[in-house]
């Protein structure tokens, strides 16, 4: 009976892992990454397809519930800021003088970094599981106190918060909330989902579409170099791309949705992830089908190919950063986009063990629990500093955990860091004469 079971999961993982696979497919090796009909867009395929992901988490479990493991954070962490005065006595009316406390809503897009896939994984088939509830950027399960994830810490200034998801769940299940991301999403797949996001949140009668604050984090483009760089005829279009794509959703979440302050969160380098040496057999295996641009023989996976999809990638990240700068979305009343570069220099290395495999789920390529926790930290600490000058790798929350003041209790955006930097300059101006 357990040889039976056991046979059943597996071959739900094979099946589950083909039809991503085919998902791919469906989106990749073609000029512009646009999306053509085809048969795998129908309706009965895409019916089918969530019956099987449906099936698949009745027969696995829902495996972001466990607390024991040595994936997981270190519970009881206090919350170590004073949140007295980080929620504003009245609304608002400036995405420049944003406390905590005023961001009602929050949602994101991405993949399945954001999906959290396999964040609580022990085994090959609990990677099929996405631990939304656990995701750093958009995951409110638990409290702060066990799950630092960046919603947890909202919460702390404003209990109210609404949009984070709350257990495992599929995109299409209610308990994913505002959390867009899917797996297998590339860098083309952002402005449909911005549209999705708009719809969600008019449709959620829990938000004052016009007067809620509201915060989205953006974090995509890991699948576009792992997975599907190696399928392009001019690989080193991406970049150009990318940036059209980034380009064109920002607009539209400006144009549609009102008071946004958006992250732009590049992915970590692929080859700080993907190339560790004396990686487990399984996840070297894992990793042919994960990042197949990188690993394996399947599309010439050598030394230079590799370095060109490193450069590349480089140039996604200051893609991002300067499209954050961009005039079209600066000195606005009720948006900003904010380049959070946390991840850039993101290492494994931590003052315990030269590679602490405890942040990443079972296929070391996927966030943990306790990844999930110190990533939605490294994204708070982002967001209170200065830009130009913000953290680009991550620590333990009770190494490094930044509190707002009352003498700076806003997020940082390009404008409102500008205005603070002329202040200081008139000041120092008028001491000196």
Same mark, same amino acid.
């Given at each position: 009976?357990?040889?039976?079971?056991?046979?059943?999961?597996?071959r739900?993982? =094979?099946?589950?892992? *083909?039809?991503?696979?085919?998902?791919?497919?469906?989106?990749?090796?073609r000029?512009?990454?646009?999306?053509?009909?085809?048969?795998?867009d129908?309706?009965?395929?895409?019916?089918?397809?969530?019956?099987?992901?449906?099936? $698949?988490?009745?027969i696995?479990?829902?495996?972001?519930?466990?607390?024991?493991?040595?994936f *997981?954070?270190?519970?009881?962490?206090?919350?170590?800021? !004073?949140?007295?005065?980080?929620r504003?006595?009245? =609304?608002?009316?400036?995405?420049?003088?944003?406390?905590?406390?005023?961001?009602?809503?929050? $949602?994101?897009?991405?993949?399945?970094?954001?999906?959290?896939?396999?964040?609580?994984?022990?085994?090959?088939?609990?990677?099929?599981? %996405?631990?939304?509830?656990?995701?750093?950027?958009?995951?409110?399960?638990?409290?702060?106190?066990?799950?630092?994830?960046?919603?947890?810490?909202?919460?702390?200034?404003?209990?109210?918060?609404?949009?984070?998801?709350?257990?495992?769940?599929?995109?299409?299940?209610?308990?994913?909330?505002?959390?867009?991301?899917?797996?297998?999403?590339?860098?083309?797949?952002?402005?449909?989902?911005?549209?999705?996001?708009?719809?969600?949140?008019?449709?959620?009668?829990?938000?004052?579409?016009?007067?809620?604050?509201?915060?989205?984090? =953006?974090?995509?483009?890991?699948?576009?170099?792992?997975?599907? =760089?190696?399928?392009?005829?001019?690989?080193?279009?991406?970049?150009?791309?990318?940036?059209?794509r980034?380009?064109?959703t920002?607009?539209?979440?400006?144009?549609?949705?009102?008071?946004?302050?958006?992250?732009?969160?590049?992915?970590?380098?692929?080859?700080?992830?993907?190339?560790?040496?004396?990686?487990?057999?399984?996840?070297?295996?894992?990793?042919?089908?994960?990042?197949?641009?990188?690993?394996?023989? *399947?599309?010439?996976?050598?030394?230079?190919?590799?370095?060109?999809?490193?450069?590349?990638?480089?140039?996604?990240?200051?893609?991002?950063?300067?499209?954050?700068?961009?005039? %079209?979305?600066?000195?606005?009343?009720?948006?900003?986009?904010?380049?959070?570069?946390?991840?850039?220099?993101?290492?494994f290395?931590?003052?315990?063990?030269?590679?602490?495999?405890?942040?990443? $789920?079972?296929?070391?390529?996927?966030?943990?629990?306790?990844?999930?926790?110190?990533?939605?930290?490294?994204?708070?600490?982002?967001?209170? %500093?200065?830009?130009?000058?913000?953290?680009?790798?991550?620590?333990?929350?009770?190494?490094?955990?930044?509190?707002?003041?009352?003498?700076?209790?806003?997020?940082?955006?390009?404008?409102?860091?500008?205005?603070?930097? !002329?202040?200081?300059?008139?000041?120092?101006?008028?001491?000196?004469?």
């Amino acid at each position: 009976m357990m040889l039976k079971m056991k046979l059943t999961v597996f071959r739900v993982l =094979i099946f589950y892992l *083909l039809c991503s696979s085919l998902c791919y497919l469906c989106v990749d090796g073609r000029e512009e990454y646009e999306h053509p009909i085809s048969f795998l867009d129908g309706d009965s395929m895409r019916s089918m397809y969530r019956s099987f992901r449906d099936f $698949a988490m009745r027969i696995i479990g829902q495996t972001g519930r466990r607390t024991r493991g040595a994936f *997981l954070q270190e519970t009881d962490t206090k919350f170590p800021c !004073n949140k007295s005065g980080m929620r504003s006595p009245t =609304i608002p009316t400036s995405v420049h003088r944003l406390r905590p406390g005023d961001i009602d809503v929050i $949602a994101a897009l991405g993949d399945s970094l954001t999906a959290a896939s396999g964040a609580s994984s022990v085994r090959v088939t609990d990677l099929v599981i %996405e631990n939304r509830g656990l995701s750093w950027s958009i995951g409110g399960q638990w409290s702060f106190k066990n799950s630092s994830t960046l919603p947890n810490i909202l919460k702390e200034y404003n209990p109210n918060l609404v949009g984070y998801s709350k257990h495992d769940a599929w995109t299409y299940h209610l308990d994913s909330q505002l959390n867009l991301a899917e797996i297998g999403a590339s860098s083309a797949d952002m402005p449909y989902m911005a549209k999705m996001l708009v719809q969600r949140i008019k449709m959620d009668k829990r938000i004052n579409f016009k007067k809620s604050w509201k915060m989205v984090t =953006i974090a995509i483009g890991g699948n576009d170099i792992c997975s599907f =760089i190696c399928q392009m005829d001019e690989p080193e279009s991406l970049p150009r791309k990318h940036k059209q794509r980034l380009v064109k959703t920002l607009r539209y979440l400006r144009d549609n949705l009102p008071r946004t302050f958006v992250s732009i969160v590049p992915t970590p380098f692929v080859k700080s992830v993907v190339m560790v040496e004396n990686k487990p057999f399984h996840c070297q295996m894992l990793h042919h089908g994960e990042c197949s641009c990188w690993i394996g023989h *399947l599309y010439n996976q050598n030394k230079e190919n590799q370095e060109l999809y490193h450069r590349i990638q480089a140039e996604m990240h200051e893609v991002e950063f300067n499209v954050a700068q961009m005039k %079209e979305f600066r000195n606005l009343k009720e948006f900003a986009a904010v380049f959070q570069p946390w991840p850039v220099g993101l290492s494994f290395e931590t003052d315990e063990k030269p590679f602490d495999s405890s942040l990443l $789920a079972f296929d070391c390529f996927h966030m943990s629990q306790k990844g999930h926790g110190w990533a939605g930290v490294a994204l708070w600490n982002n967001l209170y %500093e200065k830009p130009g000058n913000k953290t680009k790798n991550w620590v333990s929350p009770k190494k490094r955990f930044i509190c707002p003041t009352q003498q700076h209790p806003y997020f940082y955006t390009n404008d409102n860091y500008l205005e603070e930097q !002329n202040q200081h300059n008139s000041v120092s101006g008028n001491s000196a004469s």
